[in-house]
């Protein structure tokens, strides 16, 4: 299988190391230091058991050198989508596969019958000029959550931390032969792969957990468990996600647990550093409206008040502002 990796940060090395180990054509589009590393030495992750997973990578700046692929993974933060998907056209055919590994609401989230009441809401806090949706043809894409920790330690190198979870789906649902070639893949590269039949619904819980846990801990600079054990920032986080879950229930992407419940799954990963803090520290741009825009933007066409998510999106938005990781 001919595999383009567009995007090899953390998650994109993971994905794109393990698929050159099992013997698939990998290239990537990166650049600066990390298109340098990855041309030097190929791909090489750290594993959560400590050893090193080195692999081949065809590392290029320019798409154009690669030609149609059979399948293209995007990994990269919510900001680069546009202009990714303006390079992406090379990389793909009538037979190409695009999966988007990324954060948050998807550009194609509200196409199709499945988005319930927020239906063919072409969502400009993701995708602002509609130039993702022309660029990926939707009949070509297939959703995708994760649910891996890792972080690039230097450019090119990957410390892969925890997890192997990734759920793959159908935009418009249930199963296809598509989708479980593409889940045969990755489950013989060593992920715990779950074919989902509502991926969006997996996509919107995810979301639900992060909405809170990374503005604050931007904003903040605490480590998730500080947030949760302070009553003041917890409750605040919890009526966050009661609207959340709200605006979710109208779009047939209803969460069956409290936020409570929920804090109680995130108290278990200890004290941890959300990717978004991680970016404030990096200085890298806030991946905020992909995470919180979105959900304001739909909540907005529902007529749903959303008064926490609101705040927590304006807060989070001056101080990126400021320090120059949000546009102005």
């Not at 090899?8 to 600066?32: E, K, P, Y």
């Not at 149609?68 to 990994?75: F, N, S, T």
């Not at 995708?127 to 297939?142: K, M, N, Y």
Request: net charge neutral.
């Amino acid at each position: 299988m001919r595999v383009c990796i567009y995007g090899a940060g953390a998650i994109g090395g993971v994905i794109g190391a393990n698929l050159a180990a099992q013997g698939h054509a990998v290239s990537a589009v990166a650049r600066g230091d990390t298109l340098a590393a990855l041309q030097r030495h190929g791909w090489r992750v750290q594993r959560p058991d400590g050893t090193l997973l080195q692999a081949p990578v065809q590392a290029v700046a320019d798409s154009r050198s690669l030609g149609p692929q059979d399948l293209v993974v995007v990994a990269v933060k919510g900001p680069a989508m546009p202009a990714v998907a303006a390079g992406m056209a090379p990389l793909l055919d009538d037979r190409t596969l695009v999966l988007p590994a990324i954060n948050g609401v998807p550009w194609w989230f509200c196409a199709g019958q499945q988005a319930g009441q927020a239906s063919g809401l072409a969502l400009r806090s993701v995708d602002p000029d509609g130039a993702t949706a022309r660029a990926i043809p939707l009949a070509q894409v297939l959703g995708c959550v994760v649910h891996l920790a890792a972080a690039v330690a230097t450019p090119g190198e990957v410390h892969w931390r925890s997890g192997r979870g990734l759920i793959v789906g159908e935009p418009a649902g249930g199963p296809s032969p598509r989708l479980q070639a593409l889940a045969d893949v990755l489950t013989a590269a060593g992920f715990d792969v779950t074919c989902s039949a509502d991926v969006r619904r997996d996509i919107w819980y995810k979301l639900w957990g992060n909405l809170t846990m990374n503005p604050m801990s931007a904003l903040t600079g605490a480590t998730v468990d500080r947030l949760l054990d302070d009553p003041l920032t917890r409750a605040f986080c919890s009526a966050a996600m009661a609207e959340t879950a709200a605006i979710g229930e109208r779009i047939g992407c209803a969460v069956a647990q409290t936020p409570e419940e929920r804090h109680a799954v995130t108290r278990r990963l200890g004290a941890f550093k959300t990717s978004m803090l991680q970016d404030v520290e990096a200085g890298r741009p806030l991946e905020l409206d992909a995470i919180v825009g979105a959900v304001r933007e739909i909540g907005a066409h529902l007529g749903l008040a959303s008064p926490h998510v609101d705040a927590l999106f304006g807060m989070t938005r001056v101080f990126g502002q400021v320090r120059g990781l949000y546009p102005a």
